[in-house]
């Protein structure tokens, strides 16, 4: 009987640590990865823009968001960062200001303003896959 409960033990204790494990589900080339490169931060992931819907609406910061001034949302920098964004599959960047919060979408990093996803380039496609850092 000991030996019975034993085993019992031996085989949940397997099941439970199995369930702990890292499950492939989570990586994905859409994945955002952040790391600190000489102070700064940088960030990769997928970029989206918002435009005339939330033209002239007031933004996490109390502004009111101008689809053709250079600004962004972010999930966590302070508002007023200044961010470099470099879009990873034409190699063109820009600078935005921070001035709202999101994107509450997918495995997305930053909305940008439509000014911003004009100047990189990625209006038609909608999304971009690109870089942050952290500049001020």
């Known amino acids: 009987m000991r030996r019975i409960l034993l085993l019992m033990g031996t085989v949940i204790g397997a099941f439970l640590l199995a369930g702990c494990t890292a499950s492939p589900r989570f990586t994905s080339v859409n994945y955002p990865t952040t790391r600190s490169v000489e102070g700064s931060i940088v960030e990769e992931g997928i970029a989206s823009y918002y435009a005339e ?14 689809m053709n ?6 999930p966590t ?3 007023n960062t200044m961010v470099k964004v470099t879009n990873l599959e034409n190699g063109m960047s820009t600078i935005v200001r921070i001035n709202d919060r999101g994107p509450f979408k997918d495995m997305r990093i930053i909305d940008l303003s439509y000014a911003a996803a004009k100047a990189i380039s990625m209006i038609g496609t909608g999304t971009a896959r690109v870089k942050l850092e952290v500049i001020k």
């Open 77 to 79: 920098l302070p508002f």
């Open 69 to 74: 001034a250079m600004t962004a949302a972010h």
């Open 53 to 66: 819907e939330f033209h002239g609406r007031k933004t996490s910061s109390g502004e009111i968001y101008d």
